[in-house]
C-alpha cells in the first residue's frame, strides 16, 4: 500500500505545471508611499501571474492569496530588452488602476530597473524594483 502510495506521488509530481515556476518582482517608493508587487514568470517572456498594488492604506490584490484589498486583474504586460510596462485593471477591465513603466539596465552580472508607478486621480511615484534578473535582461 505504501509503494502505491509513493508511486501514485511521483507519477503526479511528474504532471506539475511549468507556470509554478515564478517570482515577485518587488517596487516600492523610496518613501514606501506606494508599491507594486508582481509575480512573474520565468518563461524567458514577461507572464504576470498576479500583483498587488499598495497607496498608502489602499490595497488592490489579484488574488486573496497575495494578500487583502480590493479585487484586480492584469491587464496589458509586455517587456522588451530595455523596458517593462504593466497595468493593473479593475476586474471588469473597465478601467486602470495602476500603470507601471520601468527601464532596465544591465553591465555583467548587474542588472537595475527603475520607473514610475501611476494611478490614475491618486498620484505618481518614482520606484525602484528589487527581484529576479529580468527575462529579457541581454
Known sequence: MM???AAALALFCGFADPSVATEWVNCAAPD???SIDYLA???GVLSVSGLTVTV???VWASD???GPGDPVAVGQ????ADTVAID???PDVSARIAELRLFKASEGDSV???GTLRLPGIGAYPVTCLGPEPSLAD
Do not use: P, Q
Open 64 to 66: 486573496v492569496a497575495y
Open 112 to 114: 537595475a530597473y527603475a
Open 41 to 43: 514568470g520565468t518563461l
Open 88 to 90: 493593473a485593471v479593475t
Open 77 to 80: 504586460a509586455f517587456e522588451t
Open 32 to 34: 514606501g508611499a506606494a
Open 56 to 58: 498608502g492604506d489602499k
Open 3 to 5: 509503494m502505491r502510495a
